[in-house]
């Protein structure tokens, strides 16, 4: 008896009950992919056509999306097999980003408001970039602004190889990201900056400083590496994984999760360079999970290299490589295992701007023993609740079991 959660970064299916208040009123991940896919307009060199999810769908992909939404995208309108059980959840946490999205799932909503930074140029306070330039011996910081990842290091990255100054920028999540050149600024240096900022921004009640590096030559070739790391707060709350902790469970965490969760109760953590060697990962890693073991994966590339970019095709890729996968998957499970598929927040790549968008998100479980319909949750805790019931661990404070 196991416990598998694999998040899939900002697969969400739209029909947020408050997204105007974000802006986001009708956006939806994976149903304007779908559309997009069923008008021939995601065709690449590596797929073409409607979207094709056939196990997802046979783990009630679509069917999530009609209680989302009300309908279900073109492609994904097969029957879901009895085997599994499905639903969707709203956020109760207001922020619609990832630390926020993960640590509700593991039990935690967010019962404060973030602090953001403004969409003025210079972004930052000046009293934290004079802070950070004194304390991390600075001569000045590039960017200073709401930006795109990598668009902000074609921009800057040349300038900041000759200067030294690191690429500083926001979004409209809680952060304060830092790109610096790999081997020019140095990733032990990076990471010494982050740290510096991660403190300055304590008080300023900011979410993440995430240190972003990249390699390459110029603006035409500058690329970031999986040697991002996040610089979180710490869960205001204890998670399931604080639990599984607490009673001695094996605990494997794929990916960011570890991060995210500022190291607490993460267990063994492995990264992995994309969603393909996390999935190896992820498959490993079952392979040699005790009994009563937490297996909690995220599956970056989603968010990061897609939905971030705008990129339909590129996301829409990504789903069908998933999918691919997760025979895998099912196939390694042991008959009492319980494996819940799900995702933080949305990035609808068809959406305006580069931000996440507020959405539902789907719950696609398998265990043998469950014939119970998980339907519409309110809040993403109620998977923290199932697993911690599934498990035999104590209840947490927040959600409901399946
Ligand atoms: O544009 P990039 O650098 O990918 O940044 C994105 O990634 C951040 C953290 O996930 C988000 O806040 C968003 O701004
Ligand atoms: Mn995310
Ligand atoms: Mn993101």
Avoid at 67 to 92: K, N, W, Y
Avoid at 259 to 280: K, P, Q, S, Y
Avoid at 333 to 362: F, K, M, N
Wanted: a negative charge; hydrophobic letters at 35%.
């Amino acid at each position: 008896m196991r416990a598998l959660i694999l998040v899939m970064d900002s697969v969400g299916i739209g029909g947020a009950p408050d997204a105007q208040h974000y802006g986001d009123k009708g956006a939806d991940t994976v149903g304007h992919i779908a559309d997009a896919c069923a008008r021939g307009q995601a065709d690449s060199e590596v797929r073409e056509g409607p979207l094709r999810l056939p196990n997802l769908v046979a783990m009630g992909l679509g069917h999530a999306c009609r209680l989302a939404t009300g309908r279900i995208p073109p492609g994904l309108d097969d029957v879901a097999s009895e085997h599994f059980q499905f639903g969707c959840a709203t956020e109760m946490s207001r922020g619609k980003d990832t630390p926020s999205g993960h640590w509700e799932i593991a039990g935690v909503p967010v019962p404060f408001e973030w602090e953001y930074f403004p969409r003025t140029r210079p972004c930052f306070p000046g009293e934290l970039t004079e802070r950070l330039c004194a304390q991390a011996r600075l001569p000045g910081i590039l960017g200073n602004c709401h930006a795109s990842g990598t668009e902000i290091i074609a921009e800057f990255g040349e300038r900041h190889m000759q200067s030294g100054e690191p690429i500083c920028y926001t979004s409209a999540d809680s952060v304060f990201q830092i790109a610096a050149h790999e081997e020019a600024f140095g990733l032990e240096r990076l990471y010494e900056v982050c740290s510096i900022a991660r403190k300055l921004v304590d008080p300023l009640n900011i979410g993440r400083v995430i240190a972003r590096p990249f390699i390459g030559n110029s603006g035409r070739d500058f690329k970031r590496t999986s040697h991002r790391r996040d610089y979180s707060v710490p869960p205001p709350g204890r998670t399931i994984l604080d639990l599984a902790e607490s009673d001695h469970r094996d605990i494997v965490s794929i990916g960011k999760i570890d991060d995210i969760f500022a190291h607490r109760g993460t267990g063994r953590n492995i990264r992995g360079d994309g969603n393909n060697a996390l999935f190896d990962a992820t498959l490993k890693e079952l392979h040699g999970l005790a009994d009563g073991g937490l297996l909690f994966a995220n599956f970056v590339d989603f968010d990061t290299t897609y939905g971030h970019r705008r990129d339909v095709k590129g996301y829409a890729a990504a789903l069908e490589a998933f999918d691919a996968r997760v025979p895998e998957l099912l196939d390694r499970l042991r008959g009492d295992d319980l494996l819940i598929i799900t995702a933080d927040h949305g990035c609808d790549p068809s959406w305006s701007g580069t931000d996440h968008t507020r959405e539902q998100v789907p719950i696609l479980a398998v265990n043998a023993n469950w014939t119970t319909r998980i339907g519409h949750r309110t809040g993403f805790a109620d998977i923290a609740a199932s697993v911690a019931k599934h498990l035999e661990l104590p209840p947490l404070l927040h959600g409901a079991c399946f």
